[in-house]
């Protein structure tokens, strides 16, 4: 099965790099820059599952020739629209697209740009980052990718997809509930994102503020009330998980947009917060709190634009 990774950062970078070192037949669809970055130094990745140095199929957009069986879609939200130009070329009417973006934005976008047939549901949980020499840094145990058909049923295409991820040196789990895991992981990311953003700390943090703890419960309650009406309500095992990971005193868990946030990157705050804060309007429901904290990012990126601006501007 003929796999194309599009993006080469800290999901493409890690799940694409293991696919690679597990034998699989692998090519990354790359920007310039980063392109130069991986010839020079080769696919560096560093994580507690082991080290390991690739040298990886690379190409750039306009060097496709040809479909693709498999295509793990891993670049940010904000860069999707572009990516999606790139690699058109690669979508055939047998391709299955897997992308482990956050929220469910994208997939109404996909189901437009290449049609619902091709798209297979996904849920990406790691805590991945590229350093500034462009290594794949992955911290701790969590390193899962988890896929299905949107349907829940079996299929021909979903157990090939399934028998190239096992076996492949990290934890590849079919779902048949994967788009209610989707809804469930925007529940976890949408409120630790907006948490850790909203008051600029980690969970154990804002646990340990006064009114913290009532704050994340609040939240937590926000977010779920509105997936309740627009998406697929989480189930009480889920619920419970999360409140507990949540709610953890000491606990120095952050998610990855606020990292993007803290080291002045731009960050999936219209994708994370956005789309569920025009869903719950949609909706006639008010959400006070997922609102502001949507509210402070977008302030926050029309900041970073305004000075982006202006350096280049400058330069
Ligand atoms: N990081 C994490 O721990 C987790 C992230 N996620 C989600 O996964 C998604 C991807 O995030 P993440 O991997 O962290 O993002 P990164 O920014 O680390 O990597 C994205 C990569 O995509 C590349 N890219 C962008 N546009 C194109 C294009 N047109 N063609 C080829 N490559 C392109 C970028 O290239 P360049 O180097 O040129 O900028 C970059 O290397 C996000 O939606 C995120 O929310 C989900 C779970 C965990
Ligand atoms: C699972 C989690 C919260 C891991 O960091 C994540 O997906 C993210 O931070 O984007």
Known sequence: MRILVVGAGSTGGYFGG????????????????????????GLEIVSPHGDITLTPQLLCAGDIRGP????????????????????APAVGPDTVILPVLNGMKHMG??????GGDKLVGCVCMVAASVDAQGRVIQDGELQRLSYGELSGRPSVRIARLDGVMRDAG?????????????????????TLGGVNSLMRATVGEVVAAPGGLDFIHAFLDEVVSVVRVVGIP?????????TR?????????????????????????????GDLVARAAA?????????????QLAIYERRRRAEDSTNTADS
């Open 234 to 242: 989480p189930g009480e095992a889920f619920l419970a998980t999360t």
């Open 109 to 114: 976008v996909l189901r437009a740009r290449f």
């Open 245 to 273: 990971l949540l709610t953890e005193r000491g606990s120095n868990r952050t998610s990855s947009m606020y990292r993007d946030l803290c080291a002045g990157d731009p960050v999936e705050a219209e994708h994370i917060l």
């Open 68 to 87: 693709y069986d498999v295509i793990l879609l891993t670049v940010k939200a904000y860069s999707l629209a572009q990516a999606l130009e790139d690699v």
């Open 170 to 190: 990290f934890d590849a789990r079919l779902s048949s509930t994967i788009e209610r895991d989707m809804w469930e992981k925007w529940v976890l990311l949408a």
């Open 283 to 295: 909706a006639g429901l008010t959400v006070p709190r997922l609102s502001a904290a949507f509210m």
């Open 18 to 41: 293991r696919l690679l070192q597990a034998g699989r037949d692998v090519t990354f669809l790359v920007r310039p820059g980063r392109a130069q970055q991986l010839r020079a130094r």
